[in-house]
C-alpha cells in the first residue's frame, strides 16, 4: 500500500496543470477500493491518491466517491487542504459533468474555508478560486452563496469581494443581472470600510465592475436577456467612483490603495465613466501622485528605505502608466483635458510626465485641426476652466523651446516637445503660424531618422527663437519672454543641456530685444546677482555672450562699470558670509572670452586689443599678484579660465577671416599656454590644464603672423614631451580615490590626447612645405617605436587623429617612411595600437588623396581586436595585400628603409609584420623599381650584419632579395657578383636565398650561366669570372637541380678551372673589411682556381646525387689534382673518367661545348680539353655518337705540340683510341705511330715518353707485324732506353712495351731482337728484385717471353721458382741460372758481366745488391778463358768500393763478390 501510495503520488506530480488563480489538476472519483484504509492514510495521501486516481481514469465516470475527499475538509489540517484546493481547481476547470450534490458540498466548503480568518491567507484563496471556478458547473448557486454573505451595511470579508469581482469578470453574461443589486448593496458599504486593505480590495473590484459593464455595454447583443438600461449602471458605479475619490483618494497613504485608486482612474476614463465637470479633478490626482512620489525620491524630507523608495517609485510607474494608456479622444475626455491640460506643462515637479503629456495635448489639438469643418466639435475644446490658470504662450515657449533640446539625445520627451511647437504656434502667437509652418520642417529636415549633434541641434533652435522673435516684432512680448526663461532656471540642473540651452535662450533673447535698458538693467541684475543663473559662470558666459551678438557695445559698457565699480574682494568676503556667491575677477576673464566668440566679427576685431586682451590680461596679471607682486599663479580655477578665453578669443579672431589682421600678442599668449604645460607634473594628470592650453595654442597657431617652423617644431616637442611619457593610463585613474576621481581623470586622458592631436594636426597640415611637414612628424618618431608599450600606445592614437580623410598633405609630402613607420605595428602588443596603426596607416593614403576599399579594410581592421597573434599576423597580411599596390612609386624606397628598420629593432609580432609588408610592396611595385633597384639592394645590403643576428627578420631579408629578383634577376645577380671576394656570409647566404626559392631559382642559374660565358669568351679568366663561380658555389650548395643545365655549367667551370691556373687573387679585389684586422691576425687570400675547382666540385656532387656523374676513381684528390697546374690534367682525365657515359645525351653536349678548347688561345685550356677528351677516347659508344673523328685529328696535331703536357694528352688520346675505335688505329696506324713514336724522344719529361710507351703498347696490340715493320727497330731501340728510367711507371710501361714487341718481330727482325734481348737481359734479371714489386713481375714475364729467341728454353724451369709464393734469393736464383747459362752459352754470361758494372751505382739499394750477386755467380760460373779476359784490377776496385756501401746487404755482396774472385783467379794461377 505503501508503494501504491508512492505511485500515485508521482503521477499525481506528473499530470499537475495550472488552475485560473493557483493550483493542480485532479480526476474523476472511483476511490472504493481503499475505503478499507480510510482511517490509516494520512489526509494529505487520500487526497494525492483520489486526484491521481481521478487523472489515470480520465473523465469518464462520476464524482460519487469524491465525498471521501471533501470529508477531509472538515477537518483542522490546513496543509491537507491546500494541496485539496490545488488539485480540485484542476479537476473542476477540466471537468465537463460534476454531480449535483458534490457541487453543492464544495460549495459550502469552500464558502466557509475562504470567509474563515483563522485559515491561512493562502488557502482562502484557493479557496475562492474553487468556488469561482465552480460557477461554470452551477452558476447561480455559487452567485447565490456569495451575495448571501455580501449583505446592506454589513462590511464584507474581502474575500468575497474579490469573488464578486472574479465572478463579474469571468462570467459576464451571467453576473450582469446581478450588477445592480451588487452595486447598491456595494454603495452602503463603502463608508464602513476603514482599514487600508479593505480600502484596496473594493477598488480592485470597482475597476473589474467597471470593465465587466463595458463589455456588456459594448457587445449587448450578444448576451441572451433583454438590454438593461446601461446608463443606470455607469452612473451607479461612477457614484462609487467619485465617493472613493473624493473620501479616499486624498487620505490614502497605503501605497497599494493609491496604486489601485489609479488603476481605477484608468478603468474609468477607459470605460468613458468621465464626465467634464467630475473628471478634471481625476486627472489632477493622477498628476499629482507623480509629483508626491518623485518628490519623495528625489528631494526627501528625511531619509526613506529601501522598501519605500521602491513603492514610491511603483507609484510614478502607475502614474505613468495611466498617462500613458490615456486616450484623450474617448467620449467625453476632451472636454475634460482642453485646455486645463496646459496647466501641467510649465511645472518642474511635472517633467517626468512630459513624455505622455506632450504626446496627449498633440492628439487633442490634431483632433481638433481635422475638425476645423465643423463649428460645433470645434467649440468643445474651447470652454472655461474655471478656477485652472492656464501657462502664458511665453512661459510655453520656454518650457517647449528648452525640452525641444532633449530631441538631440533622441529622448521621446524632446521629439514631443517639437511635435508641440509644430501645433501650439497659435496659442504661443498668431504671427508665427504661417512662419513654424515652413520653417520648422525645413529645420527638421537634416535630422530626419537620426539625431543630431547637441551642438548642430542647439544651433538650430536658437536660430528658430530669433526668427520668431523677429516675426513677433513685439518688444514687450520678448522682454516677458526673457523674464520666463529667468523664471523656469530653477526648473532645471546646472549640469543639464536643458539648463545650458536655457542660458544661450535667455541670451539670444535678450539680443533680439530692442529696448537697451531693458538689455542694461537685465545685464546689470546678472552681473550683481549671477547665482539667479544658477552655475554663475556658466550662465553669465552663456547668457552675456549671446547678448552680444547684437549688443555687444551695451555688454562692453556695462561689464566696463562693473568691473570699475566692483570691489571684488569686499564681495568675496561678503559672500562667504552670506551664502551668496558674487563674481570675481576670474568670471569676468571668462566673460570676455564668450563675448568675443560671439560678438559681430568686424566689431571684435577693432576693439581687440583694448577692449579684450587688454583688460583679459590685465584682470590676469591682478590675479597673479600677491601684495602686488607678480608670481607664478597654479590656481588652476584662473589658469582654466584665462585658457578658455584666449581660445575663444583665438576662435573668434580666426572665424573673421580677416587676411590683413595681425595677431600681436600671439607669441605671447602661447608663451602662457606653454608656460601652463610645462608646469604640469610628468606623474599625474589631475587637472583640465593640459588639455585646455593645448587647444588654446592650437587655435592661437593658426593666426597671422605665421611662426617659423623651428617655433612650430619647439612647441610641438615641448607639447609632446608633456602628455606621452605620463605613466599608464591605469595607474593614473587608480590615483583617483574615488570612482567619480577616476573617472574624471579617464576623461582628462582622452581629452589631452585628442586636444594634442588636433594641435598636431592643425600645426603640421597648415605648413604649405612638405619638408617641414615631415620634421614635425618627425617629433613623434621616436615614442611610435618607445620600448614602453603605454607611450606607444598614445603616440599611435595621436598619429591616427592627425592622419584623417578630412585633411591634404602638400602634393610633395611622401608617405614611404611613415608608411614603413607605422603599418608594422598593426600586430603590435596592444589591440589599441594595432587599431590606430591600422587607421593611421590608412590616414596616409587619404592625405595623398588615395582612395582605398574603405568597407573591406574596416571589415579586417575589427580583426586586429583578436589577441591570437596568428589572426593579427593573418589580418595585417591581408590589409597589406590591398594598400601597399597604392604606394605611390617614389615612396618605395623610403618604405623599404624604414622597414628594414623595424625588422632591427621592433618586438617580434611587429618584426614579422615588417617583413611581411616589405614583401606586399616589392609583389606589387617589384617590376617597376628597376632606377631604384640598386639604392634599395644597397640599403638591404647595409642592414644585412644586424638582422643576421635575428633569424626571423633574416630570412625575411632573403625573401625580398628573392623577390626583387624575380623581376630583376640579372641586376641583382650583377649587383650581387661586384661584392669583393671572398663573399662574406651575408653574400653567401644572400645566393643561398636565390637558389632556395623556386620562383628565382632558374633564373639566377640561367643569369650566372650567361655572366661567365661573357666572362669567358676570350678563354681568359678575371675575378668578375671568380665571382661568378663563387656565387655558383652558394647556388649549387643548396641543392639546386641541374639537369638541364649541367653540360653547360660543367664545360663552363671546367673551362673557368683552366683559365685560372696558377692565378693570384689581386689585393684590390679584397673586401674592405677583410684589411680591418687586429694585430698578428693573418689575411687569408683565396686562390682563384681552388674557388672554381670548388664550385665544380659542389656541382659534381649534385651531379652525382642526379645520376649525371659518378664518383671518380681518384676520389676527393681529384680535386687537389685539379687545381695544382702540375696536375691539372692529370685531375681532368679523372674529372673525364668520372663522367656518366651511360647519359648519352649528357655527355654528348659535355663534348660538343668543350671541342672549341682543342683549338684555344689559351694553353692551359687546350690541355683540359685535350686532357678530358683523351680519356672519352676510350669509350666505343661515343665514337659512335660523338664527333671523335674530328677530335683524333686535333690529338694528332696536339702530339707534336711543344707543350710538353698537351703532347702528353694528345698521344694518351691516341693510345686510348685502341680501345675505342680499334678500326682508326689501323686506318691511321703509320700517322699514329709517328706521333707516338715522336713522344720516345722526349727525353726532357718523362711523363711524355711514359705516355708514348702506354700509347705504343696498346697501339701494338692491335697491329701484326707487318704493319710495324718499318717502326719496329726504332721502337725497340728507344724502348731499351726507358729500362733504368728513375720512374716506376716508365719503367714497367717500357717493359710491357718490349715484351709486346717479342710477338712483332717476325723473321724480318728476330735475330735484331735476340741481340736486343742480350743487351737488355741484365736488366731484366736485375729488376727483377725492383723495389716495385710490379715491375719484378714484368721481368720475370718478359724474360720467359724472350727466352725461347736465344734458345734457352731449358732455362724456364729456374723461372718457374720466381711464380713460387715465397721468392727464392738473388744469391741463389743468379747462381742457378748462371750454372744453367755457363752450360748453354758461356758468351751470355760475358755479355752480362760487361753490362752488370753500370748498376754498381745505381740508385736503389736493391738493384745495387743484385748487380754484386749477379757479378758474384758470373764469376763463379765463367770458364777459365773468361776469367783470364776479366778486368781483375777494376773489378776489384769497385767491388772494394761497394765494401762501403751504406747498404748492409751490398757490403756483404760485396765481400762475397770479391772473395769468390779471388778463389777463382787462384783457381786459373791468374795473379790478382
Request: aromatic share 8%; proline share 4%.
Amino acid at each position: 500500500m505503501e508503494s501504491m501510495s508512492t505511485e500515485v503520488s508521482e503521477a499525481v506530480v506528473h499530470g499537475a496543470q495550472p488552475g485560473h488563480w493557483m493550483g493542480l489538476d485532479l480526476g474523476p472519483p472511483g476511490l472504493v477500493w481503499f475505503k478499507a484504509d480510510l482511517e490509516t492514510w494520512s489526509t494529505k495521501n487520500i487526497s494525492l491518491h483520489c486526484a491521481a486516481w481521478a487523472w489515470g481514469n480520465g473523465h469518464t465516470e462520476a464524482f460519487g466517491d469524491i465525498s471521501l475527499t471533501l470529508g477531509m475538509l472538515n477537518k483542522e489540517d490546513n496543509i491537507s487542504k491546500e494541496d485539496i484546493y490545488s488539485h480540485l481547481t484542476s479537476v473542476i476547470q477540466n471537468s465537463d459533468i460534476l454531480d449535483d450534490a458534490i457541487v453543492q458540498r464544495l460549495i459550502y466548503y469552500t464558502s466557509k474555508d475562504m470567509r474563515d480568518d483563522n485559515i491561512p491567507r493562502e488557502i482562502r484563496m484557493l479557496a475562492g478560486e474553487v468556488l469561482v471556478s465552480l460557477a461554470a458547473h452551477d452558476f447561480n448557486s455559487v452567485m447565490y452563496e456569495v451575495q448571501s454573505n455580501f449583505r446592506i451595511l454589513e462590511l464584507p470579508n474581502e474575500f468575497v469581494v474579490l469573488s464578486l469581482a472574479e465572478l463579474a469578470t469571468s462570467y459576464v453574461s451571467q453576473s450582469i443581472p446581478f450588477m445592480m443589486m451588487t452595486l447598491l448593496t456595494m454603495q452602503t458599504m463603502l463608508r464602513l470600510a476603514e482599514d487600508e486593505s479593505m480600502k484596496q480590495t473594493f477598488c480592485i473590484a470597482l475597476e473589474k465592475f467597471s470593465k465587466a459593464i463595458y463589455k456588456y455595454v459594448n457587445h449587448w447583443r450578444d448576451f441572451p436577456y433583454p438590454r438593461l438600461d446601461s446608463n443606470r449602471l455607469s452612473d451607479k458605479i461612477f457614484m462609487l467612483f467619485r465617493y472613493i475619490m473624493e473620501k479616499w483618494a486624498p487620505t490614502a497613504s497605503y501605497i497599494n490603495v493609491r496604486k489601485c485608486t489609479l488603476l481605477l482612474i484608468q478603468a474609468m476614463c477607459e470605460k468613458c465613466y468621465i464626465e467634464a465637470r467630475e473628471g478634471w479633478p481625476l486627472i489632477e490626482y493622477v498628476f499629482s501622485q507623480f509629483a508626491m512620489s518623485n518628490k519623495k525620491l528625489e528631494k526627501p524630507v528625511k531619509p526613506i528605505s529601501q522598501e519605500e523608495e521602491k513603492e514610491e517609485r511603483s507609484v510614478l510607474e502607475v502614474s505613468l502608466e495611466v498617462l500613458k494608456t490615456l486616450d484623450p479622444l474617448v467620449i467625453g475626455m476632451p472636454q475634460v483635458l482642453w485646455p486645463r491640460i496646459l496647466t501641467f506643462v510649465v511645472p518642474a515637479e511635472y517633467t517626468g510626465t512630459l513624455d505622455h503629456l506632450f504626446n496627449i495635448i498633440r492628439i487633442l489639438i490634431m483632433a481638433e485641426e481635422r475638425k476645423k469643418h465643423d463649428i460645433k466639435e470645434s467649440a468643445a475644446l474651447v470652454i472655461s476652466t474655471g478656477a485652472v490658470k492656464l501657462p502664458s504662450p511665453q512661459q510655453l515657449l520656454a518650457r517647449l523651446l528648452v525640452i525641444s533640446m532633449l530631441a538631440s539625445l533622441g529622448t521621446l520627451r524632446g521629439a514631443g516637445a517639437i511635435g508641440l511647437l509644430k501645433v501650439l504656434p497659435e496659442i504661443i502667437h498668431p504671427k508665427l503660424v504661417e512662419l513654424w509652418k515652413t520653417r520648422i520642417p525645413e529645420l527638421l529636415q537634416p535630422l530626419e531618422g537620426k539625431n543630431a549633434s547637441i551642438v548642430l541641434w542647439e544651433t538650430i533652435l536658437l536660430q528658430l527663437l530669433k526668427e520668431s522673435l523677429w516675426k513677433i516684432s513685439d518688444t514687450a512680448w520678448t522682454m516677458q519672454l526673457s523674464r520666463e526663461f529667468n523664471q523656469q532656471m530653477s526648473s532645471y540642473s546646472n549640469t543639464s543641456i536643458e539648463k545650458r540651452f536655457l542660458w544661450k535662450a535667455l541670451g539670444t533673447t535678450l539680443a533680439s530685444c530692442q529696448d537697451r535698458d531693458f538689455v542694461s538693467a537685465q545685464i546689470k541684475d546678472f552681473l550683481v546677482a549671477p547665482s539667479q543663473l544658477g552655475d554663475q559662470r556658466q550662465g553669465i558666459t552663456s547668457v552675456l555672450g549671446y547678448c552680444a551678438e547684437d549688443h555687444l557695445d551695451i555688454v562692453l559698457k556695462v561689464l566696463k562699470t562693473f568691473q570699475d565699480q566692483e570691489k571684488f574682494f569686499v564681495n568675496r568676503c561678503m559672500g562667504i558670509f552670506s551664502g551668496k556667491k558674487s563674481l570675481t575677477k576670474i568670471d569676468v576673464i571668462a566673460i570676455y572670452g564668450a563675448l568675443a566668440l560671439h560678438a559681430p566679427k568686424q566689431q571684435l576685431l577693432t576693439r581687440l586689443n583694448q577692449d579684450f586682451l587688454a583688460q583679459v590680461l590685465f584682470l590676469y596679471g591682478q590675479c597673479s599678484q600677491v601684495l602686488g607682486l607678480s608670481v607664478v599663479n597654479k590656481d588652476i580655477d584662473l589658469q582654466m579660465s584665462f585658457t578658455r578665453s584666449i581660445t575663444e578669443i583665438g576662435i573668434a579672431v580666426q572665424e573673421a577671416e580677416d587676411p590683413m589682421f595681425q595677431f600681436t600678442y600671439k607669441e605671447t599668449l602661447i608663451g602662457y599656454m606653454l608656460d601652463f604645460v610645462r608646469n604640469e607634473p610628468l606623474d599625474s594628470l589631475a587637472s583640465p590644464v593640459r588639455w585646455k592650453a593645448f587647444i588654446a595654442i592650437r587655435y592661437l597657431s593658426k593666426l597671422k603672423p605665421r611662426l617659423s617652423l623651428n617655433d612650430h617644431v619647439n612647441i610641438l616637442e615641448e607639447n609632446i614631451r608633456k602628455l606621452l611619457p605620463l605613466p599608464p593610463l591605469e595607474i593614473l585613474v587608480n590615483e583617483g580615490e574615488t570612482d567619480k576621481d577616476k573617472e574624471h581623470i579617464n576623461f582628462l586622458h582622452e581629452r589631452s590626447m585628442d586636444a594634442l592631436g588636433k594641435l598636431l594636426k592643425t600645426m603640421i597640415w597648415d605648413e604649405t612645405e612638405a619638408e617641414n611637414c615631415q620634421e614635425m612628424f618627425n617629433l613623434l618618431r621616436m615614442w611610435l617605436v618607445s620600448q614602453k608599450e603605454w607611450e606607444r600606445e598614445r603616440a599611435f592614437q595621436i598619429t591616427s587623429r592627425v592622419l584623417t580623410n578630412d585633411v591634404e598633405a602638400p602634393e610633395s609630402f611622401r608617405i614611404g617612411a611613415l608608411l614603413g613607420l607605422l603599418a608594422p605595428h598593426s600586430c603590435d602588443t596592444l589591440p589599441t595600437i594595432r587599431q590606430a596603426a591600422a587607421s593611421a596607416t590608412i590616414g596616409l593614403f587619404y592625405i595623398k588623396g588615395i582612395h582605398l576599399e574603405e568597407e573591406r579594410l574596416q571589415g579586417l581592421q575589427e580583426g586586429l581586436e583578436c589577441d591570437d597573434v596568428q589572426v593579427q599576423i593573418k589580418t595585417s597580411s591581408k590589409i597589406a595585400k590591398l594598400i601597399c599596390k597604392f604606394i605611390p612609386s617614389e615612396d618605395i624606397q623610403m618604405f623599404l628603409e624604414e622597414t628594414l628598420d623595424g625588422l632591427e629593432s621592433l618586438g617580434p609580432a611587429c618584426t614579422k609584420a615588417c617583413g611581411i609588408w616589405m614583401i606586399a610592396a616589392l609583389k606589387e611595385h617589384g617590376a617597376a623599381m628597376e632606377d631604384q633597384l640598386l639604392e634599395i639592394l644597397s640599403t638591404i645590403y647595409h642592414h644585412m650584419p644586424v638582422l643576421r643576428q635575428k633569424e626571423e627578420s633574416f630570412q625575411f631579408i632573403l625573401e625580398a632579395i628573392s623577390q626583387i629578383a624575380s623581376f630583376h634577376m640579372d641586376a641583382v645577380v650583377i649587383n650581387l657578383l661586384q661584392k669583393p671576394l671572398p663573399f662574406d656570409r651575408d653574400t653567401k647566404t644572400l645566393w643561398k636565398a636565390l637558389a632556395e626559392n623556386p620562383v628565382s631559382r632558374g633564373k639566377v642559374i640561367r643569369s650566372l650561366i650567361d655572366k661567365l660565358e661573357t666572362k669567358l669568351e676570350d678563354d681568359v679568366a678575371g675575378m668578375d669570372a671568380i665571382s661568378v663561380a663563387s656565387a655558383m658555389y652558394e647556388v649549387f650548395s643548396m641543392g639546386t637541380l641541374i639537369t638541364d643545365l649541367y653540360p653547360e655549367l660543367f664545360t663552363l667551370l671546367l673551362k673557368l678551372v683552366s683559365c685560372t691556373l696558377g692565378q693570384k687573387m689581386p689585393y684590390s679585389t679584397l673586401s674592405h673589411r677583410r684589411r680591418m684586422m687586429q694585430q698578428g691576425e693573418r689575411q687569408q687570400i683565396p686562390d682563384p682556381c681552388k674557388i672554381s675547382t670548388a664550385t665544380l666540385k659542389c656541382l659534381q656532387a649534385q651531379a652525382m646525387k642526379e645520376g649525371l656523374a659518378k664518383e671518380s676513381d681518384e676520389g676527393d684528390n681529384l680535386w687537389t689534382l685539379l687545381s695544382s697546374p702540375a696536375t691539372h690534367h692529370i685531375g681532368v682525365c679523372a674529372l673525364a673518367r668520372s663522367m656518366a657515359v651511360w647519359q648519352r645525351g649528357v655527355i654528348l653536349d659535355i663534348m660538343e661545348h668543350l671541342l672549341s678548347s682543342l683549338t684555344s688561345s689559351s694553353e692551359n685550356y687546350r690541355i683540359t680539353g685535350t686532357a678530358f677528351f683523351s680519356e672519352l677516347m676510350r669509350e666505343p659508344s661515343l665514337w659512335k655518337l660523338g664527333n671523335l673523328r674530328e677530335v683524333l685529328n686535333f690529338m694528332d696535331q696536339s702530339a707534336w705540340d711543344s707543350n710538353a703536357i698537351l703532347r702528353q694528352m694528345a698521344i694518351r688520346g691516341l693510345g686510348n683510341t685502341a680501345s675505342g675505335a680499334p678500326h682508326k688505329v689501323k686506318k691511321h696506324k703509320q700517322i699514329m705511330l709517328e706521333s707516338v713514336i715522336r713522344g720516345l724522344y722526349h727525353l726532357a719529361r718523362t711523363e711524355v715518353v711514359c705516355e708514348s710507351l702506354k700509347a705504343l703498347k696498346k697501339i701494338l696490340e692491335l697491329l701484326t707485324d707487318k704493319d710495324v715493320s718499318f717502326y719496329f727497330k726504332e721502337i725497340v731501340l728507344q724502348t731499351r732506353t726507358f729500362f733504368e728510367d728513375e720512374q716506376d711507371d716508365v719503367r714497367l710501361t717500357a717493359i710491357f712495351l718490349f715484351e709486346d714487341l717479342a710477338s712483332l718481330a717476325g723473321r724480318r727482325w728476330k735475330i735484331f731482337f735476340a741481340e736486343e734481348i742480350k743487351k737488355s737481359m741484365i736488366s731484366f734479371l736485375l729488376h727483377l728484385w725492383d723495389p716495385n714489386p710490379k715491375i719484378g713481375a714484368a721481368c720475370r714475364d718478359v724474360l720467359i717471353i724472350c727466352i725461347p729467341f736465344l734458345g734457352l728454353q731449358d732455362l724456364y724451369g729456374i723461372f718457374d721458382h720466381l711464380l713460387e709464393q715465397d721468392l727464392p734469393r738473388a744469391r741463389d736464383f743468379y747462381r742457378q741460372f748462371c750454372v744453367k747459362m755457363a752450360k748453354k752459352n758461356q758468351e751470355i754470361l760475358w755479355i752480362l758481366h760487361t753490362h752488370s758494372f753500370t748498376f754498381f751505382t745505381s740508385s736503389w739499394e736493391m738493384i745495387r745488391s743484385a748487380a754484386v750477386k749477379l757479378t758474384d755467380a758470373i764469376i763463379l760460373n765463367l770458364t777459365s778463358q773468361y776469367v783470364e779476359l776479366l778486368d781483375k784490377e777494376q773489378l776489384t776496385i769497385r767491388l772494394q768500393a761497394l765494401r762501403q756501401d751504406p747498404c748492409i746487404s751490398v757490403q756483404r755482396a760485396a765481400e762475397a763478390a770479391l772473395q769468390t774472385l779471388l778463389r777463382r783467379c787462384k783457381e786459373t794461377s791468374i795473379p790478382l
